[in-house]
């Protein structure tokens, strides 16, 4: 997308609204791995979580698939090679790996330190811009991904309690999926500054597909024997979690800097936090209370940098 013709305010509404499905599918997953979703809720045989990553990219595909002819037509598919290798990287480096790795933390630590890891993204994205000189190293950018880390530390509830589980497998791999989440939104801005952003989230979720395909065959899958309702959540999941999240984010990538995208993306744990709090009656601490303002700022702070200075834009940083 021409520079010009970005507009901000877009932006952070694409990359909110995928953190909030995002959030929203967090809260689903209780459903996947608990067996229920609410309390009165009907009961449901738990999913193991490889089914779970690899069932929603791959529904993900098949709807797009039928869609995206009607939106966009199979002639934006046709991309250069070097490009559309990128795509897969960005698939299999970024999307599969940051997922795996993610359920990997949580399983061998716990959700809030699998998370806090992660969401130290926004300094490996700031580092890199600044390391490859796209960006200034501003007192703005520099605070702003400060108070996102400082935020996200205090909504999971890290300080204060026993919450955090230091596994040096867990931490390992959280720790890959934080550099895995920096990879896409680094790649993705890159891909997106070339190519239509259905064009990039076709290939990308691909290359994710084939990737799951291959760690576990469908004769894996058969083999669970899942029911008609399991296979129905599992649809409805991966337009939540995958399809409809990812073309919003994608979306938003053409708008925002990573820098910005990956601060703004700090809002998922925040989102899943307040819907814990009114939807599932769980309690909310006021250090939570006060990451959630940290957050805000961080985005309120991180918008002003352009609008009083240039920005050079992160074009092909992927080599």
């Known amino acids: 997308m021409d520079i010009a013709k970005r507009h901000p305010i877009r932006g952070y509404l694409y990359i909110g609204g995928a953190t909030l499905l995002w959030a929203v599918a967090a809260i689903l997953g209780r459903a996947a791995f608990t067996g229920r979703l609410l309390p009165a809720a009907t009961a449901l045989r738990p999913i193991d979580p490889l089914i779970l990553s690899q069932s929603r990219t791959t529904f993900s595909l098949l709807v797009l698939a039928c869609v995206l002819p009607l939106v966009r037509g199979w002639q934006r598919l046709r991309v250069p090679l ?41 300094a490996w994205v700031l580092l890199y811009a600044l390391a490859r000189g796209f960006q200034k190293p501003t007192l703005d950018r520099i605070l702003a991904v400060a108070l996102a880390l400082a935020g996200v530390v205090l909504v999971v509830g890290i300080l204060g309690s026993a919450a955090v589980r230091l596994d040096a497998v867990g931490v390992t791999a959280a720790m890959v999926a934080s550099f895995a989440f920096a990879f896409y939104n680094i790649g993705g801005h890159s891909l997106l500054t070339r190519h239509d952003r ?39 999941f991966s337009l939540l979690s995958v399809l409809l999240p990812f073309a919003s984010y994608f979306a938003g990538l053409e708008h925002l800097e990573p820098t910005r995208a990956v601060v703004v993306s700090c809002m998922e744990p925040v989102f899943s936090i307040l819907i814990a709090r009114f939807a599932l009656g769980e309690s909310m601490r006021p250090l939570q209370s006060v990451g959630i303002v940290l957050v805000l700022l961080a985005i309120t702070v991180v918008e002003r940098p352009d609008e009083r200075r240039g920005s050079v834009p992160l074009v092909e940083p992927i080599e």
């Not at 990287?89 to 330190?113: D, E, M, P």
């Not at 691909?206 to 296979?231: C, D, E, G, M, V």
Request: glycine fraction near 4%; charge should be positive; hydrophobic fraction near 55%.
């Open 82 to 122: 070097p490009d559309l290798g990128r795509m897969f990287l960005l698939g299999v480096l970024g999307v599969a790996v940051s997922n795996y790795f993610y359920y990997l933390a949580i399983q061998r630590t716990n959700v809030a330190t699998a998370i806090i890891l992660q969401y130290t993204a926004p």
């Open 198 to 236: 259905w064009t990039v989230l076709f290939y990308t979720i691909l290359s994710t597909s084939l990737f799951w395909l291959f760690l576990n065959p469908p004769w894996k899958i058969r083999a669970a024997h899942y029911s008609p309702a399991q296979w129905l959540f599992l649809l409805g």
